[in-house]
């Protein structure tokens, strides 16, 4: 009976137990599930959190890329304190292309090309540019500082996804090794290219043949030489010598091409001089057609419209467009840049966003810019390549209509060159 007994008070004893011991399991159950429900909850949260941010990271790649190379320009990035050599741009191109857009992908295929390399003083004084001038040629190395995928060089090499292969435009849009191409989209973003040495003044070379867009910062320059540079026997693959699909068919100019370039060429002399002067510069002009208005003021690196327009004729003989671009069909209404559209597209930089405007134009085919000189070129092209240039306006800086192409009061002019030039 005692056992019995016993037994009768530990039943309800053992069936508490386990009852609390169920209820304490199903409440931990309950917590971890909260738990989990908090954490799905918090990763749903970072993938809606990652997917804005990714989206605002594609919206702000340019504003980013400015950023970085303002950083670059002054030499404040902690990455430059910690390079291993001691490299920094010693000058700059002050050029006639304004932007990438219509940059030639090769030297001296457009010899009116024009740029004036100012050196840095403190870096290097005039003395070091004595002796240039008895060379026809030299070699320029600089920085692909426009670049826009910059930012992956500054990450670990398993993480950068630097592409190791390149689209060719020779090869319709076919893809080579980067280093047998001359993309600018490189490991080291570093260009070579050689230039015409014009004249030297001081701590400024005038350049002609030039492929360097305005602002490109310069390393280092060297003299050609003919006899170890020239290599005769030099052997480059078939697809590199098919220059004929890159070259245009025709070119041909509108009616109102030429008076809407005169415009622009008088609006950049009223930036410089009184609106009376102007007058009275145009009417002379018109008085006697061989006059060309002078240079005192004019912030170009060419004499007359006359000039610039075959500077146009010959930047244009070219197809300047991206392998995209070309492939695009061209009864389109829309008015495109005439720039590459891909970091992975050989000899041309990337897409420049800032110029990226649409508009609709109509049903006569794609319209395509050119920036030369701070002059807005529009002009299309047909399936045949025959190019057809409509227009020519004053291109103003940041929305200002007084200013074309920022500010030019520091920047070479023809007048500068005029003796050397002829």
Same mark, same amino acid.
């Given at each position: 009976?005692?056992?019995?007994?016993?037994l009768?008070?530990l039943?309800?004893?053992?069936?508490?137990?386990? &009852? +609390?011991?169920?209820?304490?399991? #199903?409440?931990?159950w309950?917590e971890?599930?909260k738990? *989990?429900?908090?954490?799905?909850? !918090?990763?749903?949260?970072?993938?809606?959190s990652?997917?804005?941010?990714? &989206? +605002?990271?594609?919206?702000?790649? #340019?504003r980013?890329?400015?950023a970085?190379?303002k950083? *670059?320009?002054?030499?404040k990035s !902690?990455?430059?304190e910690?390079?291993?050599?001691?490299?920094?741009?010693?000058?700059?191109?002050?050029?006639?292309?304004s932007?990438?857009?219509?940059?030639?992908r090769?030297? *001296?295929v457009?010899p009116l090309?024009?740029?004036?390399?100012?050196?840095?003083?403190?870096r290097?004084?005039?003395?070091?540019?004595e002796?240039?001038?008895?060379?026809?040629h030299c070699?320029?190395?600089?920085?692909?500082?426009l670049n826009?995928?910059?930012d992956?060089?500054?990450?670990?090499?398993s993480?950068?996804?630097f592409k190791?292969?390149?689209?060719?435009?020779?090869l319709?849009g076919g893809?080579?090794?980067?280093f047998?191409?001359?993309?600018?989209?490189?490991?080291?973003?570093?260009?070579?290219t050689?230039?015409?040495?014009?004249?030297?003044?001081g701590?400024m070379?005038?350049l002609?043949?030039?492929?360097?867009v305005?602002?490109?910062?310069v390393?280092?320059?060297?003299?050609?030489l003919p006899?170890?540079?020239?290599?005769?026997?030099?052997?480059?693959?078939?697809?590199?010598?098919e220059?004929?699909?890159?070259?245009?068919?025709?070119i041909n100019?509108?009616e109102g091409?030429?008076?809407?370039?005169?415009?622009?060429w008088?609006?950049?002399v009223s930036?410089?001089?009184?609106?009376?002067?102007v007058?009275?510069?145009?009417?002379l002009?018109h008085?006697?057609?061989?006059f060309?208005?002078?240079l005192?003021?004019?912030?170009?690196?060419?004499?007359?419209a006359?000039?610039?327009?075959?500077l146009?004729?010959?930047?244009?003989?070219?197809?300047?467009?991206?392998?995209?671009?070309?492939?695009?069909?061209?009864?389109?209404a829309?008015?495109?840049?005439?720039?590459a559209a891909?970091?992975?597209?050989e000899?041309?930089e990337?897409?420049?966003?800032e110029?990226?405007d649409?508009?609709?134009?109509?049903?006569?085919?794609i319209v395509?810019?050119?920036?030369?000189e701070?002059v807005?070129i529009?002009?299309?092209?047909?399936?045949n390549?025959?190019?057809?240039?409509e227009?020519?306006v004053v291109?103003?800086?940041?929305?200002?209509d007084?200013v074309?192409?920022?500010?030019?009061?520091?920047?070479?002019?023809?007048s500068?060159?005029?003796?050397?030039?002829?």
């Open positions: 009976m005692g056992s019995d007994e016993r009768k008070w039943i309800p004893i053992v069936a508490a137990a386990a &009852a +609390a011991f169920a209820a304490m399991s #199903i409440y931990r309950r971890r599930f738990e *989990l429900e908090s954490k799905v909850e !918090e990763l749903q949260n970072a993938l809606e990652s997917t804005e941010k990714s &989206a +605002a990271e594609r919206q702000g790649r #340019i980013a890329q400015q970085l190379r950083a *670059l320009a002054q030499h !902690e990455n430059l910690q390079s291993s050599y001691p490299m920094m741009p010693i000058g700059t191109v002050q050029s006639c292309f932007t990438r857009n219509g940059t030639p090769q030297p *001296l457009v090309a024009r740029a004036c390399l100012m050196f840095n003083p403190s290097v004084p005039p003395a070091s540019l002796g240039l001038t008895e060379y026809s070699w320029i190395i600089y920085v692909f500082h826009t995928d910059l992956k060089l500054w990450k670990e090499p993480r950068s996804k190791a292969k390149v689209r060719v435009p020779r319709k893809r080579m090794g980067v047998a191409t001359r993309t600018p989209h490189r490991p080291c973003p570093i260009g070579l050689v230039a015409k040495v014009e004249a030297v003044q701590n070379v005038l002609s043949g030039v492929d360097l305005d602002g490109t910062p390393l280092d320059i060297k003299p050609y006899y170890c540079d020239s290599i005769t026997e030099a052997t480059v693959p078939k697809w590199v010598m220059d004929g699909m890159l070259a245009v068919t025709s100019f509108s091409f030429a008076s809407s370039l005169d415009d622009c008088r609006r950049m930036f410089w001089v009184s609106d009376q002067t007058i009275e510069l145009h009417q002009h008085s006697i057609p061989s060309s208005f002078p005192q003021g004019k912030k170009s690196l060419y004499s007359s006359a000039e610039l327009r075959r146009i004729e010959e930047v244009l003989s070219w197809d300047i467009r991206s392998v995209s671009q070309r492939n695009q069909p061209h009864d389109g829309t008015e495109l840049p005439s720039i891909s970091p992975d597209e000899f041309s990337q897409h420049n966003h110029d990226d649409i508009d609709p134009v109509g049903s006569g085919g395509y810019h050119l920036l030369l701070g807005d529009a002009y299309r092209i047909d399936d390549s025959n190019v057809i240039v227009k020519a291109k103003p800086s940041d929305g200002n007084s074309p192409n920022g500010d030019r009061r520091n920047r070479s002019s023809y500068m060159w005029v003796d050397n030039l002829g």
